[in-house]
């Protein structure tokens, strides 16, 4: 990664968004930890302020890109594959409304208007949910694809050697290795995207109260997601698409 393209990624609104982020959910997880250390209560604070401060500067951030996620949904409409047609068509509509609903918060934190800000978490973090499982969806498919290929010895010379059904020697375990190191070498997008889908389905699931995490297990599952975004819009071929 050199600097060139960490000042391009700095010039893009997703990429200031995605660094934010990391920061964002960094600081979680270090006021948490520190907390639990019984560490200084201003230094726990400052973390504290940190993280709300960038997460109020990231709601400022998507102001109004709900409409353009709205829209992008006019272009998944007509995709080839059903499977992908609908769990992205879904998944973006679900953002869209994730985004909006997420506007009212940062009128409520701002102080502009009287805002239900609890009422208008949950829905929220509810849409988010939905659009992570539609997102979880469409990754499965995609693995089961390549799988597929792979054993039927389509994808050329990468994967003419099928896969060991059983480990019953050092030989098929490393057979086994190797193999599976190729297929994700040659699908970066689809684990970078699988990767951040999985870590970021336990942060609204958390906040709508089905699991119970430690801020700081979120905030570590929140900086991963977060590298894993900033890897895809940093190197192409490890960004699915369409997206």
């Known amino acids: ?14 990429g200031r968004d995605k660094i934010a982020r990391l920061v964002q959910y960094a600081s979680r997880a ?11 209560p201003a230094l726990v604070d400052n973390f504290k302020t940190i993280e709300y401060i960038l997460s109020t500067f990231r709601k400022l951030l998507r102001f109004g ?3 353009d996620v709205f829209y992008g949904t006019l272009k998944t409409l007509h995709h080839p594959d059903l499977t992908i047609r609908v769990t992205l068509t879904l998944s973006k509509l679900s953002q869209s409304l994730f985004l909006f609903a997420d506007h009212f918060l940062w009128l409520a934190r701002t102080g502009l208007t009287a805002v239900n800000a609890k009422r208008w978490s949950n829905i929220a973090n509810k849409y988010w949910l939905f659009s992570i499982i539609m997102n979880l969806c469409r990754d499965f498919y995609e693995i089961l694809r390549v ?3 792979h054993k039927s010895g389509c994808k050329g010379g990468i994967s003419r050697c099928r896969l060991p059904t059983s480990i019953n020697s050092p030989e098929d375990f490393k057979r086994l290795a190797l193999q599976s ?20 389905f336990f ?38 698409t369409p997206a």
Do not use: F
Not at 30 to 40: I, R, V
Not at 218 to 236: C, F, N, T, V
């Open 181 to 200: 190191y190729v297929l994700v070498q040659g699908h970066k997008d689809i684990v970078v995207d699988t990767v951040k889908n999985v870590c970021d």
């Open 30 to 40: 270090m006021w948490d930890s520190l907390e639990s250390a019984n560490s200084s």
């Open 1 to 14: 990664m050199n600097m060139d393209r960490l000042v391009q990624l700095n010039n893009q609104a997703g």
């Open 65 to 67: 890109k709900c409409v």
């Open 203 to 240: 942060i609204p699931l958390t906040a709508l109260g089905y699991t119970s995490l430690t801020p700081r297990t979120i905030g570590l599952l929140g900086a991963i997601s977060s590298l894993a975004g900033l890897w895809a819009l940093l190197e192409p071929k490890a960004k699915l």
């Open 147 to 149: 799988l597929d290929l």
